[in-house]
């Protein structure tokens, strides 16, 4: 009788080839790389000038090896249809980007949660222009600590993350903490769009109170609205007493750490972002007010 070989060598055959890819793929990649694996793991999707502003000097460096890392599977990218010119990739985890995650981790794939095909799904979600939005803001903030010595986005927490922490409260956009000159600025984050009633938005800082009365302390909500007119309508309706909001108008290429916040108890100019303070000064200013 001929000797055959089991199904367990077969499996393990496949194995020790993943393993073989994966040990020949990490020679390849940098520590850059694996920084934007994380990102693209943490916050799904970004384009392909926010991976530029995070970890790169310029926008053709960050095409040039993005499409390295498209050929080794490490991202997946896909452009959308423009009618007034070509749109940038946006970039998803691939399946070599998955795995080199899943090996930091200690984990399996599987163990990660994630799907390719949940991923691609984001090229005809209706909320893909929200995200994007959302995490240009944040890739704005860490161009900017990559420019300075003073300044950190020490926290950027995903709606994913903030879901996980405090789901059954409130749902943020984002959580982050910025540090400017020894001050730590902790701040959940709202971007709108418009979509939402006002309404819908002042219904929201009743759950942050009861967020703050769960922590013990709280915390900056800040806004980020697409225009001066929807900027100034919200405002009418966003003061709470036990919730301190800032609002913003931040356009593509304005600096979100720059004098552009304003709390909703303040009628004077913007401030800068960490400028804002302890969030106690806003709701004692609430208070006051006749």
Request: with cysteine; charged share 25%; glycine share 8%.
């Amino acid at each position: 009788m001929k000797a055959g070989h089991s199904q367990g060598d077969g499996a393990g055959a496949r194995r020790q080839g993943r393993d073989d890819r994966l040990y020949e793929l990490a020679g390849r990649l940098t520590e850059r790389d694996r920084m934007i694996c994380r990102l693209l793991f943490d916050h799904r999707v970004l384009t392909t000038p926010q991976v530029a502003d995070v970890a790169f000097r310029s926008l053709r460096k960050a095409q040039e090896r993005l499409s390295v890392l498209c050929a080794l599977g490490v991202v997946d990218r896909f452009r959308l249809r423009s009618w007034s010119g070509t749109s940038p990739y946006h970039l998803t985890l691939g399946p070599s980007g998955a795995a080199v995650i899943a090996a930091e981790r200690g984990v399996t794939v599987a163990d990660l949660g994630w799907h390719r095909e949940t991923a691609t799904a984001l090229s005809t979600n209706r909320q893909l222009a929200h995200l994007v939005g959302c995490n240009g803001i944040f890739c704005a903030l860490l161009r900017t600590a990559r420019t300075r010595t003073d300044c950190a986005l020490d926290e950027w927490w995903s709606a994913r993350r903030c879901a996980g922490a405090w789901g059954e409260i409130v749902r943020p956009d984002a959580y982050a903490v910025w540090v400017e000159r020894d001050v730590r600025l902790p701040f959940c984050f709202e971007y709108d769009t418009g979509t939402e009633t006002l309404g819908r938005l002042k219904a929201k800082l009743d759950g942050y109170a009861r967020l703050a009365r769960v922590v013990g302390h709280p915390t900056w909500i800040v806004f980020a609205f697409p225009s001066p007119g929807r900027h100034s309508a919200a405002r009418r309706v966003l003061a709470h007493p036990e919730v301190p909001v800032a609002t913003a108008v931040i356009g593509p290429n304005a600096a979100p750490d720059g004098p552009l916040w304003r709390a909703v108890t303040d009628p004077g100019p913007p401030c800068r972002l960490v400028d804002l303070g302890h969030p106690s000064r806003a709701l004692g200013a609430a208070t006051a007010r006749p």
